[in-house]
Protein backbone atom coordinates (compact mmCIF):
# COMPACT_ATOMS: atom_id res chain seq x y z
CA UNK A 1 0.00 0.00 0.00
CA UNK A 2 2.63 2.66 -0.94
CA UNK A 3 1.07 6.47 -0.95
CA UNK A 4 3.77 9.14 -1.15
CA UNK A 5 4.88 11.80 0.31
CA UNK A 6 5.21 14.63 -2.21
CA UNK A 7 6.10 18.34 -2.61
CA UNK A 8 4.14 21.60 -4.18
CA UNK A 9 3.74 25.06 -3.64
CA UNK A 10 1.28 27.15 -2.01
CA UNK A 11 0.85 30.40 -3.97
CA UNK A 12 0.85 33.39 -2.34
CA UNK A 13 -3.01 33.97 -1.58
CA UNK A 14 -2.76 29.90 -0.14
CA UNK A 15 -5.88 29.03 -2.44
CA UNK A 16 -3.67 27.68 -5.58
CA UNK A 17 -1.49 24.65 -5.73
CA UNK A 18 1.34 24.92 -8.07
CA UNK A 19 3.14 21.96 -9.36
CA UNK A 20 6.66 22.05 -10.70
CA UNK A 21 6.53 22.60 -14.76
CA UNK A 22 8.77 24.79 -16.58
CA UNK A 23 5.45 27.07 -16.61
CA UNK A 24 3.72 26.41 -13.37
CA UNK A 25 0.09 25.19 -13.47
CA UNK A 26 -2.32 24.92 -10.16
CA UNK A 27 -1.87 21.18 -9.44
CA UNK A 28 -5.55 20.27 -8.52
CA UNK A 29 -8.38 20.16 -11.26
CA UNK A 30 -10.88 22.99 -9.19
CA UNK A 31 -13.52 21.22 -10.92
CA UNK A 32 -13.02 17.72 -9.03
CA UNK A 33 -10.54 18.56 -6.37
CA UNK A 34 -7.98 15.59 -7.53
CA UNK A 35 -4.62 16.42 -8.87
CA UNK A 36 -4.29 17.20 -12.76
CA UNK A 37 -2.87 14.15 -15.03
CA UNK A 38 -0.65 16.61 -16.36
CA UNK A 39 0.94 17.90 -13.08
CA UNK A 40 4.59 17.40 -11.91
CA UNK A 41 5.27 17.75 -8.12
CA UNK A 42 8.26 18.95 -6.56
CA UNK A 43 11.33 16.26 -6.41
CA UNK A 44 9.84 13.99 -9.28
CA UNK A 45 11.65 13.72 -13.00
CA UNK A 46 8.74 13.61 -15.00
CA UNK A 47 4.86 14.19 -14.92
CA UNK A 48 3.30 12.29 -12.10
CA UNK A 49 0.06 13.70 -12.41
CA UNK A 50 -2.96 12.05 -10.14
CA UNK A 51 -0.61 8.74 -9.83
CA UNK A 52 0.08 8.59 -5.94
CA UNK A 53 2.55 5.66 -6.32
CA UNK A 54 4.67 7.65 -8.75
CA UNK A 55 7.28 10.35 -7.84
CA UNK A 56 7.71 12.02 -4.81
CA UNK A 57 10.28 11.13 -2.37
CA UNK A 58 10.61 7.52 -3.10
CA UNK A 59 11.63 8.16 -6.64
CA UNK A 60 14.70 9.92 -5.26
CA UNK A 61 15.72 7.63 -3.20
CA UNK A 62 19.66 7.00 -2.46
CA UNK A 63 21.50 3.86 -3.48
CA UNK A 64 20.25 0.92 -1.56
CA UNK A 65 24.14 0.78 -0.74
CA UNK A 66 24.65 4.35 -0.20
CA UNK A 67 20.91 4.67 2.80
CA UNK A 68 21.36 5.72 6.11
CA UNK A 69 19.30 2.93 7.88
CA UNK A 70 18.97 2.23 11.26
CA UNK A 71 16.72 0.52 13.92
CA UNK A 72 17.16 -0.40 17.33
CA UNK A 73 16.92 -4.34 18.93
CA UNK A 74 18.08 -3.45 22.47
CA UNK A 75 15.83 -2.86 25.83
CA UNK A 76 13.51 0.17 25.73
CA UNK A 77 14.75 0.95 29.00
CA UNK A 78 17.83 2.23 27.18
CA UNK A 79 18.08 6.01 27.62
CA UNK A 80 20.66 8.54 25.46
CA UNK A 81 21.99 5.56 23.18
CA UNK A 82 22.91 5.28 19.61
CA UNK A 83 21.36 3.34 17.12
CA UNK A 84 22.23 0.46 15.28
CA UNK A 85 23.09 0.79 11.28
CA UNK A 86 21.29 -1.97 9.45
CA UNK A 87 24.97 -3.33 8.19
CA UNK A 88 24.52 -6.60 6.74
CA UNK A 89 28.54 -6.82 6.86
CA UNK A 90 28.62 -6.49 10.34
CA UNK A 91 27.80 -10.07 11.95
CA UNK A 92 26.71 -8.60 15.04
CA UNK A 93 23.89 -6.67 13.27
CA UNK A 94 23.43 -9.92 11.46
CA UNK A 95 23.21 -12.38 14.41
CA UNK A 96 20.51 -9.58 16.23
CA UNK A 97 18.30 -9.58 13.25
CA UNK A 98 18.08 -12.63 12.53
CA UNK A 99 16.24 -13.29 15.43
CA UNK A 100 14.32 -10.34 15.28
CA UNK A 101 13.19 -11.03 11.40
CA UNK A 102 12.64 -14.73 12.28
CA UNK A 103 14.39 -15.39 9.05
CA UNK A 104 18.25 -16.90 8.37
CA UNK A 105 20.41 -17.95 5.80
CA UNK A 106 19.63 -16.96 2.12
CA UNK A 107 16.20 -16.15 3.04
CA UNK A 108 17.25 -13.43 5.33
CA UNK A 109 19.88 -11.84 3.45
CA UNK A 110 17.17 -11.92 0.00
CA UNK A 111 15.24 -9.64 2.94
CA UNK A 112 17.39 -7.80 3.86
CA UNK A 113 18.47 -6.58 0.57
CA UNK A 114 14.69 -6.24 -0.20
CA UNK A 115 14.19 -4.15 3.01
CA UNK A 116 17.71 -1.71 1.83
CA UNK A 117 15.96 -1.55 -1.57
CA UNK A 118 16.50 -3.77 -4.13
CA UNK A 119 14.06 -5.72 -6.38
CA UNK A 120 14.24 -9.17 -4.57
CA UNK A 121 10.47 -10.79 -6.07
CA UNK A 122 11.30 -14.18 -4.25
CA UNK A 123 12.67 -14.85 -1.02
CA UNK A 124 13.01 -18.28 -0.42
CA UNK A 125 14.47 -19.61 -3.74
CA UNK A 126 18.40 -19.30 -2.94
CA UNK A 127 20.34 -16.06 -2.51
CA UNK A 128 19.31 -13.68 -5.07
CA UNK A 129 22.75 -11.99 -6.44
CA UNK A 130 23.21 -8.04 -5.69
CA UNK A 131 25.44 -6.08 -8.47
CA UNK A 132 25.43 -2.91 -10.54
CA UNK A 133 22.37 -4.58 -12.59
CA UNK A 134 20.44 -5.28 -9.84
CA UNK A 135 16.72 -3.53 -9.82
CA UNK A 136 16.59 -0.72 -7.43
CA UNK A 137 12.89 -0.66 -5.88
CA UNK A 138 12.26 2.50 -5.27
CA UNK A 139 9.50 1.88 -2.72
CA UNK A 140 8.61 2.76 0.77
CA UNK A 141 5.44 2.54 3.13
CA UNK A 142 2.23 4.25 3.04
CA UNK A 143 2.19 7.39 5.07
CA UNK A 144 -1.26 7.13 5.91
CA UNK A 145 -2.06 9.26 8.92
CA UNK A 146 1.71 9.84 9.81
CA UNK A 147 1.20 14.08 8.89
CA UNK A 148 4.47 15.07 6.77
CA UNK A 149 6.61 17.37 10.21
CA UNK A 150 8.52 20.02 8.99
CA UNK A 151 12.04 21.01 11.45
CA UNK A 152 14.02 23.84 10.28
CA UNK A 153 17.52 23.38 10.95
CA UNK A 154 19.47 26.55 10.05
CA UNK A 155 20.10 28.06 6.88
CA UNK A 156 23.26 28.38 4.08
CA UNK A 157 25.01 31.81 3.37
CA UNK A 158 24.47 35.51 4.86
CA UNK A 159 21.64 35.44 7.56
CA UNK A 160 20.62 38.19 5.21
CA UNK A 161 19.50 35.61 3.00
CA UNK A 162 17.75 33.28 5.48
CA UNK A 163 14.80 34.28 4.11
CA UNK A 164 15.07 32.64 1.15
CA UNK A 165 13.56 29.30 1.12
CA UNK A 166 16.26 27.77 -1.32
CA UNK A 167 18.55 28.63 1.72
CA UNK A 168 16.74 27.05 3.93
CA UNK A 169 18.13 23.82 5.52
CA UNK A 170 14.72 22.13 6.49
CA UNK A 171 14.13 18.48 6.55
CA UNK A 172 10.52 16.31 7.27
CA UNK A 173 9.95 13.61 9.36
CA UNK A 174 7.07 11.22 8.88
CA UNK A 175 6.41 7.52 9.41
CA UNK A 176 5.10 4.60 7.47
CA UNK A 177 3.01 1.30 7.09
CA UNK A 178 5.94 0.05 6.92
CA UNK A 179 7.08 0.63 10.66
CA UNK A 180 9.98 3.28 9.07
CA UNK A 181 10.44 6.69 10.08
CA UNK A 182 12.12 8.54 7.30
CA UNK A 183 13.86 11.81 7.50
CA UNK A 184 14.38 13.89 3.76
CA UNK A 185 15.62 16.84 2.55
CA UNK A 186 12.82 19.53 2.03
CA UNK A 187 14.57 20.89 -0.92
CA UNK A 188 15.70 17.97 -2.68
CA UNK A 189 13.42 15.54 -1.48
CA UNK A 190 16.64 13.00 -0.54
CA UNK A 191 16.40 10.83 1.91
CA UNK A 192 19.04 11.41 4.82
CA UNK A 193 18.06 8.74 6.89
CA UNK A 194 15.73 6.04 8.09
CA UNK A 195 14.77 4.48 10.96
CA UNK A 196 12.67 1.11 12.16
CA UNK A 197 12.11 -0.24 15.60
CA UNK A 198 13.54 -3.36 16.10
CA UNK A 199 10.04 -4.98 16.76
CA UNK A 200 9.16 -3.72 13.75
CA UNK A 201 11.72 -5.98 11.72
CA UNK A 202 9.19 -9.17 12.31
CA UNK A 203 7.13 -7.46 10.27
CA UNK A 204 9.31 -7.78 6.98
CA UNK A 205 8.77 -10.95 5.63
CA UNK A 206 5.16 -10.42 5.66
CA UNK A 207 5.31 -6.63 4.14
CA UNK A 208 7.71 -8.15 1.29
CA UNK A 209 5.30 -11.32 0.83
CA UNK A 210 2.03 -9.16 0.38
CA UNK A 211 -0.64 -11.72 1.18
CA UNK A 212 -4.30 -10.54 0.00
CA UNK A 213 -5.94 -11.79 3.21
CA UNK A 214 -6.28 -9.69 6.38
CA UNK A 215 -5.23 -6.13 7.27
CA UNK A 216 -2.34 -3.99 6.08
CA UNK A 217 0.73 -3.69 8.64
CA UNK A 218 0.46 -0.47 10.97
CA UNK A 219 3.81 -0.01 11.39
CA UNK A 220 4.67 3.40 12.71
CA UNK A 221 1.54 5.52 11.69
CA UNK A 222 1.32 8.30 14.02
CA UNK A 223 2.38 12.04 13.51
CA UNK A 224 5.42 13.07 15.47
CA UNK A 225 6.27 15.75 17.76
CA UNK A 226 9.24 17.92 17.66
CA UNK A 227 10.99 19.80 20.02
CA UNK A 228 13.82 22.42 19.10
CA UNK A 229 16.30 23.98 21.29
CA UNK A 230 18.28 27.02 19.40
CA UNK A 231 20.50 27.50 22.54
CA UNK A 232 22.40 30.59 21.11
CA UNK A 233 19.83 32.25 19.25
CA UNK A 234 21.61 32.20 15.57
CA UNK A 235 18.89 30.06 13.52
CA UNK A 236 21.54 27.51 13.34
CA UNK A 237 21.64 23.96 15.03
CA UNK A 238 24.79 23.78 16.24
CA UNK A 239 26.40 23.26 19.12
CA UNK A 240 24.28 22.80 22.04
CA UNK A 241 21.69 22.89 20.38
CA UNK A 242 19.00 20.32 20.17
CA UNK A 243 16.37 18.49 17.76
CA UNK A 244 14.07 16.01 19.40
CA UNK A 245 11.40 13.90 18.28
CA UNK A 246 8.39 11.80 19.75
CA UNK A 247 6.33 9.49 18.01
CA UNK A 248 4.19 6.15 19.00
CA UNK A 249 2.66 3.93 16.82
CA UNK A 250 -0.84 4.36 16.23
CA UNK A 251 -2.60 0.56 15.67
CA UNK A 252 1.03 -0.47 14.87
CA UNK A 253 1.48 -1.12 18.61
CA UNK A 254 1.70 0.47 22.12
CA UNK A 255 5.30 1.72 22.66
CA UNK A 256 6.37 5.94 22.04
CA UNK A 257 9.83 6.21 20.77
CA UNK A 258 11.65 9.53 21.28
CA UNK A 259 14.64 10.30 19.11
CA UNK A 260 18.04 12.54 19.31
CA UNK A 261 17.75 13.99 15.67
CA UNK A 262 20.42 16.78 16.37
CA UNK A 263 22.94 15.22 14.17
CA UNK A 264 21.27 13.70 11.77
CA UNK A 265 24.06 11.80 10.82
CA UNK A 266 24.00 9.90 13.80
CA UNK A 267 20.60 9.56 15.63
CA UNK A 268 20.07 8.40 19.01
CA UNK A 269 17.22 6.80 20.79
CA UNK A 270 16.61 9.59 23.80
CA UNK A 271 14.05 7.10 25.28
CA UNK A 272 11.08 5.33 24.62
CA UNK A 273 8.21 4.07 26.66
CA UNK A 274 7.51 0.30 26.56
CA UNK A 275 3.79 0.16 26.81
CA UNK A 276 2.13 -3.01 28.34
CA UNK A 277 4.93 -2.77 31.42
CA UNK A 278 5.02 -1.27 34.45
CA UNK A 279 3.15 1.96 34.81
CA UNK A 280 2.29 1.22 31.60
CA UNK A 281 0.65 -1.65 31.73
CA UNK A 282 -2.82 -0.65 30.57
CA UNK A 283 -1.97 1.57 28.23
CA UNK A 284 -3.76 0.74 24.38
CA UNK A 285 -1.86 2.01 21.26
CA UNK A 286 -0.37 4.60 21.08
CA UNK A 287 -2.80 6.97 19.05
CA UNK A 288 -2.34 10.24 20.99
CA UNK A 289 0.06 12.55 19.92
CA UNK A 290 2.87 13.68 22.52
CA UNK A 291 2.69 17.59 23.05
CA UNK A 292 5.40 19.20 24.75
CA UNK A 293 4.96 21.51 27.00
CA UNK A 294 6.14 23.56 30.30
CA UNK A 295 5.11 23.05 34.00
CA UNK A 296 5.95 24.66 37.19
CA UNK A 297 7.02 21.78 39.78
CA UNK A 298 8.82 22.50 43.20
CA UNK A 299 9.51 26.39 42.20
CA UNK A 300 11.04 25.49 38.59
CA UNK A 301 9.61 25.33 34.82
CA UNK A 302 10.65 22.09 33.74
CA UNK A 303 9.29 20.59 29.94
CA UNK A 304 7.65 17.71 29.67
CA UNK A 305 5.59 15.13 27.60
CA UNK A 306 1.84 14.85 27.83
CA UNK A 307 -0.36 11.93 25.95
CA UNK A 308 -3.19 10.23 26.60
CA UNK A 309 -3.22 6.28 27.29
CA UNK A 310 -4.54 5.49 23.90
CA UNK A 311 -7.04 3.21 22.03
CA UNK A 312 -8.63 0.09 23.06
CA UNK A 313 -9.07 -2.06 19.90
CA UNK A 314 -12.28 -3.08 20.98
CA UNK A 315 -14.28 0.01 19.74
CA UNK A 316 -13.72 -1.19 16.48
CA UNK A 317 -17.15 -2.94 17.08
CA UNK A 318 -19.89 -0.50 16.12
CA UNK A 319 -23.39 -0.14 18.01
CA UNK A 320 -22.41 -2.15 21.44
CA UNK A 321 -22.02 -0.57 24.65
CA UNK A 322 -18.77 -1.90 26.40
CA UNK A 323 -18.82 -2.88 30.14
CA UNK A 324 -16.21 -2.04 31.92
CA UNK A 325 -12.81 0.24 31.71
CA UNK A 326 -11.15 0.38 28.18
CA UNK A 327 -7.26 0.17 27.66
CA UNK A 328 -5.97 3.27 27.59
CA UNK A 329 -8.16 5.13 30.14
CA UNK A 330 -4.81 7.67 31.37
CA UNK A 331 -3.30 10.63 31.12
CA UNK A 332 0.99 10.69 31.49
CA UNK A 333 3.20 13.07 32.21
CA UNK A 334 6.92 12.33 31.72
CA UNK A 335 10.04 14.51 31.38
CA UNK A 336 10.74 15.56 28.10
CA UNK A 337 14.32 15.20 27.75
CA UNK A 338 14.89 11.42 30.15
CA UNK A 339 11.46 10.24 30.09
CA UNK A 340 11.32 9.77 33.54
CA UNK A 341 7.54 9.51 34.30
CA UNK A 342 6.52 12.45 36.29
CA UNK A 343 3.24 12.28 36.74
CA UNK A 344 -0.35 10.19 35.67
CA UNK A 345 -3.78 9.99 35.87
CA UNK A 346 -5.84 6.88 35.78
CA UNK A 347 -9.27 5.23 35.73
CA UNK A 348 -7.96 2.17 37.23
CA UNK A 349 -7.81 2.04 41.01
CA UNK A 350 -5.01 -1.32 40.30
CA UNK A 351 -2.46 1.46 37.78
CA UNK A 352 -1.07 2.82 41.40
CA UNK A 353 -1.77 6.16 39.83
CA UNK A 354 -0.63 9.38 41.33
CA UNK A 355 -4.51 10.36 40.42
CA UNK A 356 -7.45 8.12 40.45
CA UNK A 357 -10.38 9.38 38.38
CA UNK A 358 -13.55 6.53 38.91
CA UNK A 359 -14.40 8.58 35.59
CA UNK A 360 -12.02 7.79 33.24
CA UNK A 361 -13.15 4.98 31.88
CA UNK A 362 -12.31 5.08 28.42
CA UNK A 363 -9.51 5.71 25.89
CA UNK A 364 -8.18 8.47 26.12
CA UNK A 365 -6.75 8.44 22.01
CA UNK A 366 -6.71 11.81 20.99
CA UNK A 367 -4.05 14.31 21.69
CA UNK A 368 -3.91 16.48 24.49
CA UNK A 369 -4.92 20.76 24.63
CA UNK A 370 -2.32 22.62 26.93
CA UNK A 371 -3.77 26.03 27.74
CA UNK A 372 -1.47 28.72 28.95
CA UNK A 373 -4.04 31.37 30.73
CA UNK A 374 -1.90 34.16 31.71
CA UNK A 375 0.75 34.31 28.94
CA UNK A 376 3.44 33.38 30.83
CA UNK A 377 4.94 30.33 29.34
CA UNK A 378 4.34 27.58 31.95
CA UNK A 379 0.77 26.03 31.34
CA UNK A 380 -1.94 25.77 33.69
CA UNK A 381 -4.49 22.91 32.42
CA UNK A 382 -4.50 20.20 30.06
CA UNK A 383 -7.99 19.43 28.37
CA UNK A 384 -8.95 16.16 26.96
CA UNK A 385 -11.73 13.90 25.57
CA UNK A 386 -12.36 10.34 25.49
CA UNK A 387 -14.10 7.57 23.63
CA UNK A 388 -16.84 7.28 26.05
CA UNK A 389 -17.99 11.53 24.97
CA UNK A 390 -16.51 12.90 28.34
CA UNK A 391 -14.26 15.93 29.10
CA UNK A 392 -11.80 16.61 31.62
CA UNK A 393 -9.63 19.39 32.35
CA UNK A 394 -6.44 19.01 34.68
CA UNK A 395 -5.53 21.54 37.22
CA UNK A 396 -2.34 22.10 38.11
CA UNK A 397 -0.72 23.65 41.23
CA UNK A 398 2.04 26.02 40.76
CA UNK A 399 2.69 25.69 44.39
CA UNK A 400 3.54 21.77 44.63
CA UNK A 401 6.92 20.53 45.46
CA UNK A 402 6.11 16.76 44.27
CA UNK A 403 5.60 15.31 40.63
CA UNK A 404 2.69 13.61 42.33
CA UNK A 405 0.80 16.48 44.01
CA UNK A 406 1.47 19.00 40.54
CA UNK A 407 -2.03 18.45 39.63
CA UNK A 408 -4.74 19.90 41.76
CA UNK A 409 -6.96 17.74 40.21
CA UNK A 410 -8.43 15.77 36.93
CA UNK A 411 -12.27 17.85 36.75
CA UNK A 412 -14.85 15.85 34.94
CA UNK A 413 -16.40 19.06 32.97
CA UNK A 414 -18.47 17.77 30.71
CA UNK A 415 -20.58 14.43 29.74
CA UNK A 416 -22.09 14.35 26.33
CA UNK A 417 -22.17 10.48 25.35
CA UNK A 418 -22.60 7.44 26.91
CA UNK A 419 -22.25 8.18 30.53
CA UNK A 420 -24.86 10.96 30.08
CA UNK A 421 -27.15 8.54 28.27
CA UNK A 422 -26.14 4.75 27.98
CA UNK A 423 -27.60 4.06 24.21
CA UNK A 424 -26.10 3.96 21.19
CA UNK A 425 -27.51 7.02 19.60
CA UNK A 426 -25.28 8.73 22.45
CA UNK A 427 -21.92 6.54 22.14
CA UNK A 428 -19.88 9.60 21.08
CA UNK A 429 -16.50 9.44 20.80
CA UNK A 430 -13.48 12.20 21.03
CA UNK A 431 -10.41 11.39 18.79
CA UNK A 432 -8.86 14.46 18.62
CA UNK A 433 -7.42 17.47 20.93
CA UNK A 434 -10.43 20.05 22.45
CA UNK A 435 -9.50 23.49 21.42
CA UNK A 436 -9.49 26.26 24.32
CA UNK A 437 -9.91 30.16 23.73
CA UNK A 438 -10.18 32.76 26.19
CA UNK A 439 -12.88 35.71 26.08
CA UNK A 440 -14.16 37.78 27.92
CA UNK A 441 -18.41 38.71 27.90
CA UNK A 442 -20.32 41.88 27.80
CA UNK A 443 -20.66 42.08 31.68
CA UNK A 444 -16.64 41.38 32.12
CA UNK A 445 -17.35 38.02 32.96
CA UNK A 446 -13.91 36.17 31.77
CA UNK A 447 -14.47 32.52 30.30
CA UNK A 448 -12.64 29.88 28.08
CA UNK A 449 -14.66 28.29 25.11
CA UNK A 450 -13.89 24.48 24.47
CA UNK A 451 -14.27 23.03 20.86
CA UNK A 452 -14.23 19.92 19.99
CA UNK A 453 -16.41 17.53 17.67
CA UNK A 454 -17.21 13.80 18.14
CA UNK A 455 -17.05 11.14 15.46
CA UNK A 456 -16.28 7.40 14.86
CA UNK A 457 -13.05 6.88 13.27
CA UNK A 458 -13.44 2.98 12.49
CA UNK A 459 -16.88 3.60 10.88
CA UNK A 460 -17.21 6.79 9.81
CA UNK A 461 -20.37 6.29 7.90
CA UNK A 462 -21.89 4.80 10.84
CA UNK A 463 -25.22 6.01 11.14
CA UNK A 464 -26.63 5.16 14.40
CA UNK A 465 -25.09 7.42 16.51
CA UNK A 466 -26.02 10.80 16.73
CA UNK A 467 -22.37 12.62 16.45
CA UNK A 468 -22.47 16.48 17.06
CA UNK A 469 -19.61 19.48 17.01
CA UNK A 470 -19.76 21.07 20.81
CA UNK A 471 -18.95 24.18 22.49
CA UNK A 472 -18.28 24.49 25.84
CA UNK A 473 -18.13 27.45 28.48
CA UNK A 474 -15.95 26.69 30.93
CA UNK A 475 -16.02 29.94 33.70
CA UNK A 476 -13.40 27.92 35.90
CA UNK A 477 -10.27 28.30 33.71
CA UNK A 478 -9.39 32.04 34.27
CA UNK A 479 -10.09 31.80 38.38
CA UNK A 480 -6.22 32.87 39.70
CA UNK A 481 -7.05 30.28 42.33
CA UNK A 482 -8.22 27.54 40.00
CA UNK A 483 -4.73 25.57 41.52
CA UNK A 484 -5.53 25.90 45.02
CA UNK A 485 -9.21 26.50 45.08
CA UNK A 486 -11.71 23.50 46.80
CA UNK A 487 -13.49 21.28 44.76
CA UNK A 488 -17.04 22.32 46.02
CA UNK A 489 -16.54 25.90 44.58
CA UNK A 490 -16.34 24.73 40.94
CA UNK A 491 -18.66 24.37 38.19
CA UNK A 492 -20.80 21.40 37.94
CA UNK A 493 -20.33 18.91 34.77
CA UNK A 494 -22.18 19.94 31.53
CA UNK A 495 -25.10 17.97 29.90
CA UNK A 496 -26.48 18.51 26.46
CA UNK A 497 -29.54 20.12 28.02
CA UNK A 498 -27.39 22.59 29.37
CA UNK A 499 -26.01 23.93 25.87
CA UNK A 500 -28.20 25.44 23.15
CA UNK A 501 -28.72 24.05 19.81
CA UNK A 502 -26.80 25.70 16.70
CA UNK A 503 -29.90 24.08 14.14
CA UNK A 504 -28.11 24.97 10.81
CA UNK A 505 -31.65 24.21 8.93
CA UNK A 506 -33.10 27.16 10.55
CA UNK A 507 -33.42 30.66 8.95
CA UNK A 508 -33.56 32.19 12.07
CA UNK A 509 -30.40 30.57 13.45
CA UNK A 510 -28.63 31.42 9.88
CA UNK A 511 -29.52 35.30 10.08
CA UNK A 512 -29.25 35.77 13.91
CA UNK A 513 -27.39 33.09 15.55
CA UNK A 514 -28.66 31.31 19.11
CA UNK A 515 -29.42 32.71 22.42
CA UNK A 516 -26.92 30.99 24.39
CA UNK A 517 -28.33 32.93 27.71
CA UNK A 518 -27.74 31.01 31.14
CA UNK A 519 -26.34 28.20 28.40
CA UNK A 520 -23.10 26.44 28.97
Excluded: C
Excluded at 30 to 51: M, V
Excluded at 370 to 397: P, S
Excluded at 442 to 470: C, E, M, W
Excluded at 479 to 492: E, F, H, I, N, V
Amino acid sequence: LPIYVKRYRLGSNGTVIYDNSATPINAVDSSTGFFQKTAKSFWSSAIDGDIAVEGGIASKLPLPADRKMFTYMGPLTAKDTALTAIDTSSASFNTAAKVATGVSGDMYTNLMNWYKGYEVPDLGNGAVPIDSTTVQRKRIGAALHSQPLLVNYGYTGDVSAAGNPDNQLNYLFFSTLEGALHAVDAKTGVEKFSFIPGEKLANLKDLHDNPSSGLPQFGMDLTWTFYRKDADSTGQIGTGDKVYLYGGMRMGGDNYYALDVTNLAAPKLLFAVDGGTGKYANMGQTWSQPVVTTVKISGANKKVLVFGGGYDPRHETANEIFTGNDKGNQVYMLDAFTGDLLWFASGNSSDGADTYVSEMKYSVASGIQAVDVDGNGVTDALYFGDLGGQVFRVDFDKTSTTNATVAKRVRQIAKLGQTESGTIPNQRRFYEPPKAALFTDTAGTKFATIALGSGYRSHPLNTVTQDRFFVLFDYDLPRADLGTADDASLKTIITTPDMAVLDMASTTVKESGVNVTNKR
